[in-house]
């Protein structure tokens, strides 16, 4: 398994030809408390840098970007009952969606943890 990073702060795990998406620790303390989180449906497909996903905190609404194109196989329900997971464990049991991937070749230019780490440093 392979986590990639995104200059939007998403991050993507993916295991064989599925990747697990979510917003990254960064994101989630930029955004303060979390208090609504909206899902993506099973079935649904998106290109790589759509809007696939919106997380609202106490400062801001913000869109989330699919770091690939694919189609979403299962949504994390469990966060339209406790948004709060998402600062809790952002990149952990806050993750958002499982994404069938369409073209693993959309992953050669995202950043791996070294590098998106150097990436927030110079934020």
Known sequence: MSTYFTEDHEWISVDGDVGTIGITKYAAEQLGDVVFVEVPEAGASFGKGDDMAVVESVKAASDVYAPVGGEITEGNGDLADAPET?????????????????????LEGLMDAAAYKTFCEGL
């Open 86 to 106: 998402v600062n809790e464990d952002p990149e952990g049991k806050g993750w958002f969606c499982k994404m069938k991937l369409s073209n693993a070749g959309e």
